[in-house]
């Protein structure tokens, strides 16, 4: 499947990304964001990188393609007249600015991703779903709201190479070559921690969880990463749902 790059299609997809988020429940009022990285220009140089990402005061499934905001490394509004998140352009571009592969950006306050980030052990090998995370997930100790530019290169640090980070007491975030992946890994990221919650309410009526044995998870998990082009697909048909509902977004 071809995948674009063009500004007019990641907005497009970056705004749907917003209106499948809210339908799925992950939004949380004006709060939680989304970045895609534009293509750099001719002769230009990763210090220049821009991205989009949303204004500040839009509900999730208000967003439309062209109310995104451009917004530079140095957190100049390069085209928009709004104001962002600004604990959003600090997480946002500490991830731009470090993985040249992380194009997308995803962030979410959801109920199980905030239980699970509380926890100390962190995300478990419970089912099928969590093995695409073994040894994938970076955890990022607590900071405070995240107005701080300085928390950037931590932020980096806790992420390294992995497609998804723990955010302790915050939520979760992940990270991929475009939206469709970005997304997918959100999606059964969180569908995780619901059930790692869930596991977790059962416990007290049969008895203790148990997680699936080191090396099967990571066997599942190489599994896994040979079908990763199937999230292409699967962002198809959540924009034909989209559009069957709402295409207002593509404006």
Do not use: K
């Amino acid at each position: 499947m071809t995948m674009t790059n063009d500004e007019p299609s990641l907005r497009r997809d970056l705004a749907a990304a917003y209106r499948l988020a809210a339908l799925f429940g992950w939004d949380d009022t004006l709060y939680t964001h989304f970045s895609v990285r534009l293509p750099r220009a001719a002769n230009a140089s990763p210090e220049d990188d821009r991205f989009l990402i949303n204004p500040f005061g839009m509900m999730f499934d208000e967003v439309r393609a062209s109310d995104l905001l451009v917004v530079d490394l140095q957190g100049r509004v390069v085209s928009g007249s709004a104001d962002y998140n600004v604990a959003g352009f600090t997480i946002h571009s500490a991830v731009h600015m470090a993985r040249e592969d992380a194009h997308c950006v995803l962030h979410t306050h959801t109920l199980p991703g905030m239980a699970v980030a509380a926890c100390e052990q962190g995300l478990l090998q419970l089912n099928q779903i969590s093995t695409e995370f073994y040894q994938r997930v970076g955890v990022h100790a607590y900071e405070g709201v995240a107005f701080d530019l300085d928390e950037r290169t931590r932020i980096q640090q806790s992420l390294g190479n992995n497609i998804a980070l723990l955010l302790r007491h915050h939520g979760l975030l992940s990270v991929g070559a475009t939206v469709a992946d970005a997304f997918a890994i959100m999606f059964y990221l969180n569908r995780a921690c619901e059930i790692q919650m869930a596991a977790a309410q059962m416990a007290s009526v049969a008895g203790p969880v148990t997680e699936i044995p080191a090396h099967l998870s990571q066997h599942a998990c190489e599994q896994l990463q040979s079908v990763e082009h199937e999230r292409q697909i699967l962002w198809q048909a959540w924009l034909r749902r989209l559009d069957r509902i709402d295409p207002s977004y593509r404006d």
